[in-house]
């Protein structure tokens, strides 16, 4: 018998790292961010002087990424080789960074099986780009959640408004649209819904409704 996996893709700013997080607590399942291995791997980049384009040297870095994710006082908490990288790796630029690593074959066939082996009893929920197409295209339950281009660049203005950082909301919805465009073209695992997958558009949904509808949807799938 596999353990079940729910797989939550979708562009960026859609609500899913939200979405997922509270799925995972509800159902007592594990919790992938796919994302962030990206992030790291672009991080991890930059601290061992890597360039952006250097594939091969990426793809090692991506294979030997030493990371963890301990819970301490009840917050997860991001270590890259034991340092806390959690703010770093939120940023803006490092997205933009993470999404250009995302786009090299190689670095994703790196993280493929340490994504897979998150999938552990009693379940998962995956968040990502390629969960429901590739990573577990044999996952039960599949969402596709999306949101208005500026919904989300709205979203992400609040979210710096309440951490005390500055930012335009224009020049966020361009940088949106930009990493959009380069998640959807790429030639390796684009972003797309998987054909077996649910879509749910959030732009006029609370987070409350739109967990609602999801356990509704687990409990006559899953
Ligand atoms: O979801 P998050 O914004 O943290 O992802 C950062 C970048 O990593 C995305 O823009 C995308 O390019 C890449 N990514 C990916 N596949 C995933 C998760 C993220 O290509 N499964």
């Keep these: 018998e596999q353990v079940p996996v729910l797989t939550i893709d979708g562009p960026g700013g859609a609500g899913k790292g939200t979405i997922s997080s509270l799925m995972a607590q509800t159902l007592g399942w594990h919790l992938l961010d796919s ?16 360039a952006l384009d250097d594939e091969p040297a990426l793809a090692r870095l991506a294979e030997q990424l030493d990371v963890a994710f301990p819970v301490e006082n009840g917050v997860s908490v991001t270590l890259l080789e034991g340092e806390d990288v959690g703010r ?9 960074r993470a999404s250009q690593v995302a786009a ?13 082996d998150f999938r552990q009893s009693p379940g998962l929920v995956a968040d990502g780009r390629d969960m429901g197409t590739v990573v577990f295209r044999d996952a039960p339950v599949k969402v596709f959640l999306t949101a208005s281009a500026e919904e989300r660049a709205r979203r992400r ?7 005390g950082v500055d930012a335009s909301l224009s ?5 949106i649209q930009a990493r959009d465009a380069r998640d959807t073209q790429r030639e390796v ?3 797309k819904p998987a054909d077996d997958a649910i879509t749910l558009d959030t732009t006029r949904l609370s987070i409350p409704e739109v967990v609602d509808w999801m356990t509704e949807l687990l ?4």
């Design 35 to 50: 994302g962030a291995l990206y992030r790291l791997t672009a991080h991890a980049a930059a601290k061992h002087q890597v």
């Design 88 to 96: 770093a790796i939120r940023t803006e630029t490092a997205g933009e």
């Design 104 to 116: 090299l074959p190689a670095v994703r066939s790196a993280l493929l099986q340490r994504q897979r």
């Design 157 to 163: 203005h609040l979210q710096l408004q309440e951490a």
């Design 171 to 175: 020049s966020l919805l361009e940088e």
């Design 189 to 191: 695992a684009p972003l």
């Design 219 to 222: 409990a006559k799938k899953g």
